[in-house]
């Protein structure tokens, strides 16, 4: 326990000072002593270690600068270095002294966890580290105030400073106002770590945390009241200034260029609906008898060569209605084009078990005893020397007629023929929207845009939804579920001081590009390089038939307590 010095030991000093008082004490270091002399008996013993501290660096027994934390005498008990040198010493009297390193060790195991931490990146080079401050209680009732570089939890971790303060530290003081506690400052200035009390009625009422970077263009500062009596207890935490704070969206509304679209959009939903048959039946001179089961369906293969098929699939019926046996031996498929000429195109046998595919056969043949059925699906597969959006986009593309005639035509071996025409009309294109994004993401978008492509019939789209109580704004691009990324205001902040060092008004934000066939989406931050501030996002938007250049405010994001 640090002693406390009463009046009656003041005149005790004073009484010790007029014989003389102690002249010297024996100071040891580990297992290195050395006797130091004492000038001044009515010095603090903080002072006397500042002149042990220089004499065993003067034998070099530590080289550097030493920086000496503790004192204690030989028997265990610790001095408490506000005391008065000839009040707490007697001439002679051996004591140990603990140097910083070793006594931080020690006190940062007795230190809880922090209730208050500031800590700030640095951009200034690739290996500068961040620079924090801590203040928490120690387990002896003490305040402790804890200055460092490095990761909170990481092994790099180096603490400059560390100041504790029982209750009795922290009481009559004999100035009030705001007075500096500590301060660390890097070897070019451009960094700062500093607290300060905050004293009222001669009490510590509050202590005061500040952080500047050297990227920071202020300070982060934090006001954590404190209530001191027979222990120490932390109050209510104040931010006063938070880097960034003075961001303004306003201010750079009018900076924000204007968004750009040119080229085509695709029409909506219900645009050019058509209904058709779906029960339609045979004619010709075969006993074969056909009929349509249900709505024709699409389907499109893997390219190869240069060339896909937009697979048309039907179910139909074959009936013999014949009292004779009956051999089919052809079917022929045909597509109607938009200048009304029939087109043979391959056939393919196929199927639908929850994905469509095609079987290897290319023809069709089958006997049917008299009235036997046989029901089968089977497809047209047209050809199509066009680019392919997707493998497996199922509906007829964009060139193709609708609704789109279909024909098959089934010959026996007695060379009668059986034809059914058909017809499909594509499902609605089922495009992305803002409603359908805000329905998945459950709750408004801040920005969203969108750019078709009339020539893959798709769209892809760019939004942003922003959680600012959470601390970021999330960001997606491309198409379905996109490519997403959390953007917080440390990356924000990082990648505007890596555009002011290159003197760039735009920079592309890693892990927002997105690229297919030809179309692209790439998200670029705009710049006020004066200031290293970034105040809008780019969406630079781009398909074989349309591009958009679209534009976000970024938000002000709430100081972080």
Known sequence: MAAITTSAQRGASWHRAQKGGPTRVKAWLGDVGLVVPIKDPNEKVQELLKEIALRFEGYGIKTGSLRLAEVRTRDGCLLNVHDVIGD??????????????????????????????ISRDDYSDPEAEPKFITLGLHEHNKLYVKFCTGYIRGSKKKTLGLELFDAEALKNF????????????????????????IVKGHDVEAVELSVQSATDPHPVIKRVNIKVGRTISI??????????????????ASKVPKDVSKGPTLPGPNANATAVSNDNTSTGDSPLQITQKGALYADSTPMRDGVWHNAIFARMRLLNNGNEVLAVVKATPEWKDAQGKWNAAPLRKGGRGGTYYFRSETEYSQKFGPKDSDDIEIAIGIPMNLPQWDYGVRKAHRSLPQPLHIRWTFEDSNGGKST?????????????????????????????????????????????????????????????????????????????????????????IPGLTWEKQGCSINVLGLVDVEKARMYALKFDMKSTTSSKEAHYLLPRFPPSQ
């Not at 140097?99 to 931490?117: G, H, R, S, Y």
């Not at 109050?235 to 750079?252: A, H, L, N, R």
């Not at 917080?488 to 735009?506: G, H």
């Open 235 to 252: 109050g209510d935490v104040t931010t006063i200034q938070e880097d960034g704070s003075d961001f303004d969206p306003k201010e750079y």
């Open 88 to 117: 707490v010493l007697e001439s002679g009297e051996a004591i140990e002294v603990v140097d910083f390193d070793d006594w931080v060790a020690a006190q940062e195991n007795l230190c809880q966890q922090p209730i208050v931490t």
């Open 420 to 508: 059914i025409e058909m017809q499909y009309v594509s499902e609605p294109v089922d495009m992305v929207t803002r409603q359908s994004r805000e329905k998945y993401q459950g709750r408004p978008l801040a920005f969203f845009e969108t750019v078709d492509d009339e020539s893959f019939e798709t769209r892809f789209y760019s939004e942003v939804l922003e959680k600012l109580d959470e601390g970021y704004i999330s960001i997606v691009i491309g198409e379905n579920s996109g490519t997403n990324k959390y953007l917080y205001p440390s990356e924000i902040k990082q990648l505007a001081y890596q555009a002011k060092m290159q003197n760039k008004s735009e920079i592309a």
């Open 174 to 197: 004999a100035k009030e106002g705001k007075l500096l506690l500590g301060s660390k400052t890097g070897d070019d200035g451009k960094w700062k770590i500093e607290a300060h009390f």
